[in-house]
């Protein structure tokens, strides 16, 4: 039995589980914080509530994931490369098609800084 695909799933499966209990968490503990802040009387503004519920402006949270991409398509290229594989130029094409879309809402989301 080939236990390496069953792994890498299972991997990946623990992975997504894990981001996603950590996000919850995230903002199960940024609501207890206004709720509790809100019991004690204390005034909840907008801009108290938007910095604590966001962490990165949606501007350039598209950059940062449009080269995170763009590198990740470069890793895929180079290393198809240097193993003499062309075979990998395929899968390469995914992130850099997932990178550049990014890059594109980036330009055109006028939240440039």
Do not use: C
């Not at 589980?17 to 802040?37: C, G, I, M």
């Not at 995170?68 to 180079?78: H, K, S």
């Not at 395929?90 to 992130?95: D, E, K, N, T």
């Amino acid at each position: 039995m080939d236990w390496v695909p069953i792994v890498m799933f299972v991997v990946i499966g623990v992975v997504v589980a894990t981001y996603l209990y950590l996000r919850y968490r995230a903002r199960r503990e940024v609501l207890q914080t206004v709720r509790f802040a809100m019991e004690r009387g204390q005034e909840i503004t907008p801009e108290l509530l938007e910095t604590l519920g966001g962490d990165v402006a949606g501007g350039q949270r598209d950059l940062r994931k449009g080269v995170i991409w763009l590198a990740l398509a470069i890793a895929l290229a180079i290393m198809s490369w240097t193993l003499d594989e062309p075979d990998l130029l395929g899968p390469a094409s995914l992130p850099l098609m997932f990178g550049l879309a990014y890059l594109v809402l980036w330009r055109f989301s006028g939240q440039r800084t």
